[in-house]
Structures are given as C-alpha cells and as structure tokens.
C-alpha cells in the first residue's frame, strides 16, 4: 500500500460559490493555518466567494503560496505571519486585519499533532498544544467579537475547527482529543453570548488529506505496534462508512456555508461530516 496521501489541488470546480450579500470585499473573513490544508483550503474558498480574506501562519512561505493561488483564483486575499502564541502578534494581525473593512468572520482552524501516551506525553508539547488549539482561538474571538459588535448591523461569525476527536477520544491522542472537546465549548460560549447576532459553530470531519494525516502514521504504527498500512485500513478508516479521506477543500466548504445567510441556526452546534465514524464507533 502507498502512503503518499498528497493534498489534492484546489480547483475553482470544486468550490462551493454562495449567493450572500455579505460575502462581499468589504467584509474580513481571519482564517488560521492559512499555509497548508484545510486553512488554505478555506482562505482560497473564502476569497472566491468574494470575501477579503487575512490569512495567518508561521510558515511565510507557504502561506505566501496560498496567497498567490486565491489571487489567481480571482479573490483578495493578504497573508501575515504571525506566531498564534504571540500575543502581541496576534493583536497586530488582528489590527491589520481591521484596518481592510469590517471584520465580519474568524475560522480557528491552525493546529498540529503528537502523538503519545498520557504517561510519556512531553509536557513542553501539552503546553505548546493548548497555546496554539485553545488559548489562540479563545484570543482570537476575544478580540475579534468588539469589532463585531462595532459594526453597522453588530453581526459576525466564528467557526473553530473540531474533529472526530470532539466527540471521541482515540488512543495516544490525549492532547488533541482535549483541544478539539475545547473548541466546541469555546462555539457554544461564544453562541451563548452572541445574542444571536454573532453566531459560533465548530466543524468535525474525520481524516482529510492533508499532511497533519499523512505525519501521523509512522509514529501511530509505532505507538499501536501496528505496521504502516493497518494505521490507514484499521486505524484511519477503520470506522469510517466511507472509506475515503475528504479533501481539504471540502472541509473549506463547510466554513463558508456555516459564514453563510444559508445557516443562520447554526449557532453553538457543531458540523459533523465524518463518513460515519461517531455513531458508529
């Protein structure tokens, strides 16, 4: 069995296009982890839908890639390099942001993988995962809500990046199932104060082709005492109804109907598009 699971390309086909109002250039959708899957997935979504889309990443480069691919696409897009654990990184980006229209949407989506057992599990990691998973994206809606709610009609949306891991917790994944419970309770904190004028929800998928998947399966094989090719048959897909990764597009899709007037109640839930994995773990 090959392990190359390549991030498939973006093409305009498969973007979803929404008819809204709001998605239009005066408008500022944040997104995080803009270098690579799903976050750039999402940026270029959001910039083809017409959005003035902020990118943020630690990878300058790649996130310089994603950038010039949502411009040839057609859409505006600016790319910031920002360290997510820097607070005041993080407050510039958010200013900068501000200042190119109404910041109306934030998609929480950067995040990494370790995986270990409880009893070994680096604590330097834990708290570098908790930075990066919880405390930014908590930041983040932190200060992005006042510019919401300073708006002329006081409305925006956060959606923060879930995972099959926010409704199950897998073996050797202590820290991420803990990150990914978290952004459901940070949608739902942010819903429950939202008056229903700024909306919050969370996306769950399973596995998605993107390099986060691929990396984990030497150190799964390891951790299982499994060999490479059962961490994808039996550990990756293995209780999935639909045995295919989606591609990072897709996922991309999902936040930008969640932004969309299409979902005005999806408000503190969470999208769970996962082949059939939780109900039937």
Aim: net charge positive; glycine share 8%.
């Amino acid at each position: 069995m090959s392990f190359d699971i390549n991030e498939p390309e973006i093409k305009r086909n498969d973007i979803l296009i929404l008819n809204d109002k709001d998605f239009n250039p005066r408008n500022v959708c944040i997104v995080t982890g803009a270098g690579s899957g799903i976050g750039k997935a999402t940026c270029i979504a959001a910039a083809v839908n017409n959005l003035t889309v902020v990118g943020l990443d630690i990878d300058e480069k790649s996130g310089k890639k994603t950038q010039a691919l949502a411009r040839k696409m057609g859409g505006q897009m600016i790319f910031l390099r920002a360290n997510l654990t820097e607070d005041e990184q993080v407050q510039w980006a958010v200013k900068e942001a501000a200042k190119l229209g109404t910041l109306r949407y934030l998609a929480n989506i950067a995040g990494i993988q370790h995986i270990n057992s409880i009893a070994d599990f680096p604590m330097e990691k834990y708290d570098f995962m908790m930075g990066l998973m919880v405390r930014a994206p908590f930041f983040l809606a932190k200060l992005t809500i006042p510019y919401m709610r300073k708006s002329k009609d006081g409305r925006g949306v956060i959606a923060n990046m879930g995972s099959i891991h926010a409704h199950i917790s897998t073996l050797n994944k202590p820290v991420y199932n803990i990150t990914k419970f978290a952004m459901r309770a940070l949608s739902q904190s942010i819903a429950a104060e939202g008056e229903g004028k700024i909306r919050s929800f969370s996306v769950s998928t399973g596995f998605v082709k993107t390099a986060l998947a691929l990396n984990q399966i030497a150190a799964q094989a390891e951790q299982r005492r499994i060999k490479p090719e059962q961490v994808v048959t039996d550990v990756m897909m293995g209780k999935s109804r639909i045995k295919e990764m989606m591609s990072p597009i897709e996922v991309g899709n999902l936040f930008l109907f969640g932004f969309s007037r299409f979902a005005t109640y999806l408000n503190s839930s969470d999208l769970l598009f996962d082949g059939g994995v939780v109900l039937t773990y």
